[in-house]
């Protein structure tokens, strides 16, 4: 028996590979802070307060990608037990994500060209936002509001890929202008990744709420003709 469709395997395999370098290059860090080679560019943070960036990259990888076979109508409709096991993953995951990438904004000292003031309040707008959507889509779930959860923890996860968008975003900078990006337009970058990721969720959204509604417009058409008869 098959448990998901081709497009699923498909979408599936591209989100994994769009998430590769912050999810899996995170997991490098995070074997140079436990003794193992330093293959990534150093990071004085991580080397002087290593807890906050331990948790929030572990998170992070399981939020990124337990969170998107979440997203498969095929194991949501045939493996409910599993959808609900890895959706409670998903959620402390996310929480967590995001309550240390808060920490880590609030109380690392990063460098003015690392972070200014437009990416320090955008990051705590969006990471007290990404655990609030997380929060609704639970309260909603509990209250059998499935299109409302759904609505909610994809832009949750909008929120949390935005990681793998900036990183999208930064190497394409390099290939086009030869240099890093840094200071103000950097910022800029990392914004304007969070605003396309929740400009395409929103889009998502939508077409999932005019599909559900065409659902239920051809269920209801269905059970008249069969009441008429
Ligand atoms: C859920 C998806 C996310 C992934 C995959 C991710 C990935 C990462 C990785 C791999 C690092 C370590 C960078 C290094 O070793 O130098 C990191 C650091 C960090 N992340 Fe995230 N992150 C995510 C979400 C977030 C969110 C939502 C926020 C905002 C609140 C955030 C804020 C931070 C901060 C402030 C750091 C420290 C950066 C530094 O020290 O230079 N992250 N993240």
Redesign the pocket.
Known sequence: MQSITRTEGIIFVLIIIY?FI??F??LL?VLELAGGPAI?PE?P??LLDPTP?VL??LS??L??ILGAMQFMPSIRRRHPTAHRTIGRIVVIAGCI??AT??W??HN?T?PQE?QGSLLYWV?IL??SL?IGLIVWAVVAVRSHNVMRHSAMMLRAYA??????TQVFFGITWMIIAGSEASGLLREIMMVSAWVLNLMISEILIRQLFVRASQAIKSTTAKSMISYKR
């Open positions: 998430s912050p999810s290059g995170g860090r990534i990071n943070r991580a960036i929030h990259i992070s990888f939020f990124c994500s995001a990438g808060l880590m904004t690392y990063f690392l990051r969006l990471g990404m929120i949390g890929q935005g990681a793998s």
